[in-house]
């Protein structure tokens, strides 16, 4: 069993940056690939990016490539997304996911969302322009 938390949304003007957090409980915490995923209002739930904790090799969506970026820290059982050059359209909730069977290229690709077993509550970011 994996709890998720996220933490680190918030009110941010266009141009600016945030720090996603997601913490995690469970042992196995470095066999699982996570995944952050973002929904906006009237919105279908989309893959931002995905990585695979083992070995940290990342995908992520065209609309944030250059942009964003991951970090993990598996002795504190963390994942971090790095928003950098935020835009309104980045405006969502953003979710936290794990899962132990994951292609990371096909999910950032189709945003299939099947494969993560474990989801955190959501964090809220607002960019305003």
């Known amino acids: 069993q994996v709890q998720l938390v996220e933490s680190g949304g918030g009110l941010v003007q266009a141009g600016g940056s945030l720090r996603l957090s997601c913490a995690a409980s469970g042992r196995t915490w470095s066999t699982y690939a996570t995944g952050w995923f973002r929904q906006a209002p009237g919105k279908k739930r989309e893959a931002v990016s995905c990585?695979?904790?083992?070995?940290?090799?990342?995908s992520f969506a065209d609309s944030v490539k250059g942009r964003f970026a991951i970090s993990s820290d598996n002795n504190k059982n963390a994942v971090y997304l790095q928003m950098d050059s935020l835009q309104a359209e980045d405006t969502a909730v953003y979710y936290c996911?794990?899962?132990?069977?994951?292609?990371?290229?096909?999910?950032?690709?189709?945003?299939?969302?099947?494969?993560?077993?474990?989801w955190g509550q959501g964090t809220q970011v607002t960019v305003s322009s």
């Open positions: 990585t695979r904790l083992a070995d940290g090799s990342t």
């Open positions: 996911a794990a899962g132990v069977t994951v292609y990371c290229p096909h999910i950032v690709e189709v945003g299939t969302t099947r494969e993560f077993k474990y």
